[in-house]
């Protein structure tokens, strides 16, 4: 839990993976889709990455009530309290298969009704480097505490979200 003072446990998973049939991992951690956004290949790290939370946590939401508070920032909207939109770290099970020609997929299911499908795909084509990620989660027990968002009171809501991204890189 992240109540105040108590430990964060970040990831606890155990796995058992075969080199032709891909892995299973159960436990506390990263869901197959998470970080579906984040792929870089410029080597410039995760601080200067392009997840909207770590760049935009500061900054507040206009609900038209200009300096009137309570304010809501980019960061409190993405991270609302009971769980996270972009970057799940839940108790789950995942597989993910093995790579074949540069792609392989995975599947997450677990913690309150929350489930992913995610894809990926690397490869170097005559000096051009390639990556990609496609991930979709749907999270259908979220219970938003009363205030987050605009809720009057504990919210029922289906959160489904369809992420990605690729980078490309010429390797001279």
């Given at each position: 839990?992240?109540?105040?003072g108590?430990?964060?446990?970040?990831e606890?998973?155990a796995?058992?993976?075969?080199?032709r049939?891909?892995r299973?991992?159960?436990?506390?951690?990263?869901?197959a889709?998470?970080?579906?956004?984040l792929v870089?290949?410029?080597?410039?790290?995760?601080a200067?990455?392009n997840?909207?939370v770590?760049h935009?946590?500061?900054?507040?939401?206009?609900?038209?009530?200009v300096?009137?508070?309570?304010?809501v920032?980019w960061?409190?909207?993405f991270?609302?309290?009971?769980?996270?939109w972009l970057?799940?770290?839940l108790e789950?099970?995942?597989?993910?298969?093995?790579t074949f020609?540069?792609?392989s997929?995975?599947?997450?299911?677990g913690?309150?009704?929350?489930w992913?499908v995610?894809?990926?795909?690397?490869?170097e084509?005559?000096?051009v480097?390639i990556?990609?990620?496609?991930g979709?989660s749907v999270?259908?027990?979220?219970n938003?505490?009363?205030?987050?968002?605009g809720?009057?009171?504990?919210?029922?809501r289906?959160?489904e979200?369809?992420?990605?991204?690729m980078?490309i890189?010429?390797?001279?």
């Open positions: 839990d992240d109540a105040t108590a430990i964060n446990l970040r606890a998973l796995w058992v993976e075969h080199s049939l891909g299973i991992t159960i436990g506390h951690g990263a869901t889709a998470n970080n579906a956004i870089d290949l410029s080597g410039k790290g995760m200067a990455s997840d909207v770590l935009n946590s500061g900054m507040i939401i206009n609900d038209g009530t300096y009137s508070g309570p304010f920032t960061g409190a909207f991270n609302v309290p009971g769980g996270t970057n799940p770290r789950h099970v995942q597989y993910r298969t093995p020609a540069g792609f997929m995975g599947a997450s299911f913690e309150d009704n929350y992913d995610e894809g990926r795909y690397s490869g084509f005559n000096g480097r990556a990609a990620r496609l979709y999270n259908s027990e979220f938003a505490p009363v205030g987050v968002i809720c009057a009171t504990q919210c029922e289906k959160i979200q369809l992420a990605g991204s980078s890189r010429h390797m001279p």
